[in-house]
Antibody
Framework: QLQLQESGPGLVKPSETLSLTCTVS??????????WGWIRQPPGKGLEWIGN???????YYNPSLKSPVTISVDTSKNHFSLKLSSVTAADTAVYYC????????????WGQGTLVTVSS | QTVVTQEPSFSVSPGGTVTLTCGLN?????????PSWYQQTPGQAPRTLIY???TRSSGVPGRFSGSILGNKAALTITGAQADDESDYYC??????????FGGGTKLTVL
């Protein structure tokens, strides 16, 4: 059974960089059938797609995001990562990683999510 | 800017039928957008219900169905149960690797 697990600091200071990693187990991140994505949810609000990455390193980002975003993949460690620069309080959210099916274009497996608070 | 629209809230009686919709601020939703639907209860990760318009994800009860109704994607719950009380999100695939979430619908069963 595929599992995704987010990890990283739960508290980040304003203007600093938020960094999270999603470790994939029970399957290979190098499959050609899937993207790997990040989604976030501010407290009490809806879900927002941040971006996806393919195992080859091709990336796709939400053009509406205000903070600079970088998603990277490490196939040797079977994980992918998110970096959000110059964060503000508006970036406080639960961050989910998920697998995105390439053919049917949907998120089929989700991590449990991790809360990141931006505060000094 | 693409905006995916959903009803903010909806209410259904136990055993009743409810249809939630997913539209676009400009244009019609078709199967080409691969509409998918997700259920989320407080404190939990989203659960995938429907993908590619009308395909139920593994383990999803048959009372959940997806379709295109007019110019929108739709999620219908037939015979609603108390534990269907959740937030429901649709996602449209816009092409070029871009996905857009709707704002979500809070469904109350009472």
């Amino acid at each position: 059974q595929l599992q995704l697990q987010e990890s990283g600091p739960g508290l980040v200071k304003p203007s600093e960089t938020l960094s999270l990693t999603c470790t994939v187990s029970g399957g290979s991140i190098s499959s050609s059938s899937y993207y790997w994505g990040w989604i976030r949810q501010p407290p009490g609000k809806g879900l927002e797609w941040i971006g996806n990455i393919y195992y080859s390193g091709s990336t796709y980002y939400n053009p509406s995001l205000k903070s600079p975003v970088t998603i990277s993949v490490d196939t040797s460690k079977n994980h992918f990562s998110l970096k959000l620069s110059s964060v503000t309080a508006a970036d406080t959210a639960v961050y989910y990683c998920a697998r995105h099916d390439y053919g049917d274009s949907y998120f089929d497996y989700w991590g449990q999510g991790t809360l990141v608070t931006v505060s000094s | 800017q693409t905006v995916v629209t959903q009803e903010p809230s909806f209410s259904v009686s136990p055993g009743g039928t409810v249809t939630l919709t997913c539209g676009l601020n400009s244009g019609s939703v078709s199967t080409n957008y691969y509409p998918s639907w997700y259920q989320q209860t407080p404190g939990q990760a989203p659960r995938t219900l429907i993908y590619s318009t009308n395909t139920r994800s593994s383990g999803v009860p048959g009372r959940f169905s997806g379709s295109i109704l007019g110019n929108k994607a739709a999620l219908t719950i037939t015979g609603a149960q108390a534990d269907d009380e959740s937030d429901y999100y649709c996602v449209l695939y816009m092409g070029s690797g871009i996905s857009v979430f709707g704002g979500g619908t809070k469904l109350t069963v009472l």
